[in-house]
Nanobody
Framework: QVRLAESGGGLVQAGGSLRLSCVDS????????TGWFRRAPGKEREFVAA????????DYADSVKGRFAISRDNAKNTVYLQMNSLKPEDTAVYYC???????????????????WGQGTQVTVSS
């Protein structure tokens, strides 16, 4: 069973940085791909970034390329999202998710993800 919990959100000024963490506290029985998504007030959930189990394949939304970096430490059952040069439009609740049937690849489609965390709020002030 995968149990995901996000942390690291908060309030930051535009141009600042935050690092989000996604910890799987469940019993990891097989590898999986992890994604980060976000939902801003009044908007649809959108893809942010994803990483495969080995960390050799990543994908990013165009809106965060060059500013965000996803990484993972499987020994700690943790996936990170380093967010730099934050903008007010990055304000959202950020969720991590696990795609149990994907191992070597990454996808942006949220319907491919099976388990979700509760989310962590990121607020960027102008």
């Amino acid at each position: 069973q995968v149990r995901l919990a996000e942390s690291g959100g908060g309030l930051v000024q535009a141009g600042g940085s935050l690092r989000l963490s996604c910890v799987d506290s469940g019993r990891v029985v097989r590898p999986y791909t992890t994604g980060w998504f976000r939902r801003a007030p009044g908007k649809e959930r959108e893809f942010v970034a994803a990483i495969n189990w080995s960390g050799t394949d990543t994908d990013y939304a165009d809106s965060v390329k060059g500013r965000f970096a996803i990484s993972r430490d499987n020994a700690k059952n943790t996936v990170y999202l380093q967010m730099n040069s934050l903008k007010p439009e990055d304000t959202a609740v950020y969720y991590c998710a696990a795609a149990m049937w994907l191992v070597g690849t990454v996808v942006a489609d949220p319907t491919k993800y099976d388990y979700w965390g509760q989310g962590t709020q990121v607020t960027v002030s102008s």
